[in-house]
Nanobody
C-alpha cells in the first residue's frame, strides 16, 4: 500500500515562493505517474501538474505554467512542486496523487489531469497566499 505524505505548505505573501514535497512509502515511484492537484474552498479539485517518473515528462495546467515546476528525486522517492510568483488565487489545499503506471506519452497527456485516474492520494497541505 502506497502512502503519500505532503509537506511544505504555509502562509506566504503574494509574489513569494514555496516548495511542496510529497514523500512516498510502501513502494518506489519508478513506475508511477505523480500529480499535484489543489482545491480551494467552495471549488472543485483541479489539476496543477504531473510528472511521469520513468520518462521525466511533465505536464502543467495553463494557469500555473511558467510559475510552478514539478520535479522528482529518485534517491528520496519524493516529488516536489516548486512554486514561484504566488498569487492569492493559488490559495488552496494541495494534494499529491500517484497512478501506478508510467504510460507512454499519449496516455500520459490524455489522463494525467484527471483526478479519477490516480490510485493513491495524500492528506493535503494548505497553501495560503496573502495579498
Amino acid at each position: 500500500q502506497v502512502q503519500l505524505v505532503e509537506s511544505g505548505g504555509g502562509l506566504v505573501q503574494a509574489g513569494g515562493s514555496l516548495r511542496l514535497s510529497c514523500a512516498a512509502s510502501g513502494n518506489t515511484f519508478s513506475s508511477y505517474t505523480l500529480g499535484w492537484f489543489r482545491q480551494a474552498p467552495g471549488k472543485e479539485r483541479e489539476f496543477v501538474a504531473a510528472i511521469n517518473w520513468s520518462t521525466g515528462s511533465t505536464y502543467y495546467a495553463d494557469s500555473v505554467k511558467g510559475r510552478l515546476t514539478i520535479s522528482r528525486d529518485n534517491a528520496k522517492n519524493t516529488v516536489y512542486l516548486q512554486m514561484y510568483s504566488l498569487k492569492p488565487e493559488d490559495t488552496a489545499v494541495y494534494y499529491c496523487a500517484a497512478h501506478a503506471n508510467s504510460p507512454g506519452s499519449r496516455q500520459f497527456y490524455l489522463n494525467a489531469r484527471q483526478a479519477v485516474w490516480y490510485d493513491y492520494w495524500g492528506q493535503g497541505t494548505q497553501v495560503t497566499v496573502s495579498s
